[in-house]
């Protein structure tokens, strides 16, 4: 059985006090549900602050977004050695709102803030590989927009985006890749995918990793589900054959939420 991964993104919150206060709340989790991994991915400014907390417990420290150089004329960007320097473990990449893909721009979006955001399967690729070669588990997420699901693009948006992120990876390193489907309509909208639609998804993305480096790897391979996951559909979701995990925005910035969360899954007790 694949070991369930359950990561919180917390996204543009948190100051450094509340961030360090919400980790101490959490810090626990590795050693009460040691058959869980849980990282906890706190913004850049924050991540010295809650590593100090989370130091010497199981529960692994993660950035939400790296560059792919390693140093250079790169204003404003992060290197992966610099995520290791400071004892990030784990990294996301292509969140769909990195890719400019938001499931509800607010009022105030509009096309300067879209345009900032300009991930693409090419850049998602190189974040990955660079971060794989710093040593870095990588949580990369795939996912369609409402418009795509409802063209019935689904499948081939997703299995592109795994083929692009994927691409020239060796199959060795993929031990350390986890994949989320995040629906990008189920992002920040309350809205979570249907269980057994979730359950699918993940298999084609499975089925994909599978044409691209056999069935061994495909079934090694961890997919998390993440979009609007809450204490209240985590169990039913944790529990599909092909979900190992979760990647949790809004609720993993509430201690209790994120930690009954982390519990709901299969292989937590
Ligand atoms: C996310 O940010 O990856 C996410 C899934 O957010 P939420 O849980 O708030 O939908």
């Given at each position: 059985?694949?070991?369930?991964?359950?990561?919180?993104?917390w996204?543009m919150?948190?100051?450094?006090?509340?961030?360090?206060?919400?980790?101490?709340?959490?810090v626990?989790l590795?050693?009460?549900?040691?058959?869980?991994?849980?990282a906890?991915?706190?913004?850049?400014t924050a991540?010295?602050a809650?590593?100090?907390?989370l130091?010497?417990?199981?529960?692994r420290?993660?950035?939400?977004?790296?560059?792919w150089?390693?140093?250079g004329?790169?204003?404003?960007?992060?290197?992966?050695?610099m995520?290791?320097?400071?004892?990030?473990?784990?990294v996301?990449?292509?969140?769909s709102?990195?890719?400019?893909?938001?499931?509800?721009?607010?009022p105030?979006?509009?096309?300067?803030?879209?345009?900032?955001f300009?991930d693409s399967?090419?850049?998602?690729n190189?974040k990955?590989?660079a971060?794989?070669?710093?040593?870095?588990t990588?949580?990369?997420?795939v996912g369609e927009?409402l418009?795509e699901?409802?063209?019935?693009?689904?499948d081939?948006?997703v299995?592109?985006?795994?083929?692009?992120?994927?691409?020239g990876?060796?199959?060795?390193?993929?031990d350390e890749?986890?994949l989320a489907?995040?629906?990008?309509?189920?992002i920040?909208?309350?809205k979570?995918c249907?269980?057994?639609?979730a359950?699918?998804?993940c298999?084609?993305i499975?089925?994909?990793?599978?044409?691209?480096?056999?069935?061994?790897?495909?079934?090694?391979?961890?997919?998390?589900?993440?979009?609007?996951?809450?204490p209240?559909?985590?169990?039913?979701?944790?529990?599909?054959?092909?979900?190992?995990?979760?990647?949790?925005?809004?609720?993993?910035?509430?201690a209790?939420?994120?930690?009954?969360i982390?519990?709901?899954g299969p292989?937590?007790?």
């Amino acid at each position: 059985m694949r070991r369930q991964i359950i990561a919180g993104n917390w996204k543009m919150h948190m100051l450094t006090d509340e961030g360090r206060e919400l980790a101490e709340a959490l810090v626990g989790l590795g050693a009460e549900v040691p058959n869980v991994d849980v990282a906890l991915c706190p913004p850049y400014t924050a991540l010295t602050a809650v590593g100090a907390v989370l130091a010497g417990s199981k529960v692994r420290l993660g950035a939400q977004d790296v560059f792919w150089k390693e140093k250079g004329a790169y204003t404003g960007q992060v290197a992966p050695s610099m995520l290791v320097d400071i004892g990030v473990s784990v990294v996301i990449v292509g969140h769909s709102e990195s890719r400019g893909r938001f499931g509800v721009p607010e009022p105030d979006m509009d096309d300067v803030v879209l345009a900032h955001f300009g991930d693409s399967d090419r850049t998602v690729n190189l974040k990955l590989k660079a971060a794989r070669r710093a040593g870095l588990t990588v949580i990369c997420c795939v996912g369609e927009t409402l418009a795509e699901r409802e063209a019935g693009d689904t499948d081939r948006v997703v299995t592109r985006q795994v083929e692009g992120a994927l691409a020239g990876l060796d199959a060795s390193t993929l031990d350390e890749v986890v994949l989320a489907y995040e629906p990008v309509w189920a992002i920040g909208t309350g809205k979570t995918c249907q269980t057994v639609e979730a359950d699918r998804v993940c298999g084609v993305i499975r089925q994909a990793v599978g044409v691209l480096f056999g069935s061994d790897c495909a079934e090694a391979m961890r997919i998390q589900y993440g979009g609007s996951v809450k204490p209240a559909n985590a169990a039913e979701l944790l529990a599909c054959p092909n979900i190992d995990g979760a990647l949790v925005g809004g609720a993993s910035l509430v201690a209790a939420d994120f930690a009954a969360i982390v519990k709901a899954g299969p292989t937590a007790a």
